[in-house]
């Protein structure tokens, strides 16, 4: 099974969308039976409006799995988002320190992942964005509650200097509650993050993710099958690690 652990819904106040019946085309077309989907941050800012959304979505098709997005920053109204997106089935919370405008470290959002931990909801984390969430503050905040499983989304990547793979190395060795997101990873080939990830601490620690509409599926799953790592690692990057995740 093909499982994508990052794919997005609705409209971004950045111009790119993607309606359901898009993006389950996008999966037909790849083979990918299932998605964790969640909303963009939407041109009027309404995240209780786009959670409802995808929300009601994923109830309609069950290949969708939805997380919610949150800004941690609001404090105990996202605490309230929170719950009433568990009451709607969430099956986790995504997060873009940039977008939301926050450290992903802070203590002035800490309350509300901690309540992702105590909910037993991953959260997927929008890594790389320099001074926010770096491989090493999202490390940090996924060691200060290793009940949280924090996914990097992007392997931590987004700023694309290149000096953040060996950070992201680094957390993954030394924080076991933390995974690989792989979209978007800037390198491929012989000694790539994902394969270091792989031969150099587990082949349990890499998930497939597609980023889709902004990134191509295709090209997504192509990070993985040229991937100098056996077969078999190569099948739990694509589904069962994900499903470890997410406990089904």
Known sequence: MIFDANASLGESLYGPRQRPDELLARMDAHGIERAVVSAFT????????????????????????????????????????????????????????????FVVNSNLVFDVFAACAEAGLPLLVVAGWPALSSPIQVGDLAERLPALRVLM???????????????????????????????????TGTESLIEHVVLDVSPDRVVFGSNAPINDPGMELERIRVAAVPEAAKEQMRGANLVAVLGA
């Open 42 to 101: 939407p041109p009027d800012l309404d995240l209780r409006r786009a959670n409802a959304e995808v929300a009601r979505a994923a109830a309609r098709e069950p290949r969708l799995v939805p997380f919610a997005r949150l800004d941690p920053r609001l404090g105990a109204a996202a605490l309230r988002e929170l719950a009433t997106s568990r009451d709607e089935g969430v099956r986790g919370v995504k997060v873009d320190p940039f977008e939301q405008g």
């Open 153 to 187: 989304a992007h392997g931590g990547q987004l700023a694309m200097h290149g000096l953040g793979i060996m950070d992201c190395l680094a957390v993954v060795a030394a924080v076991p509650n933390v995974w690989v997101e792989s979209s978007g990873i800037p390198e």
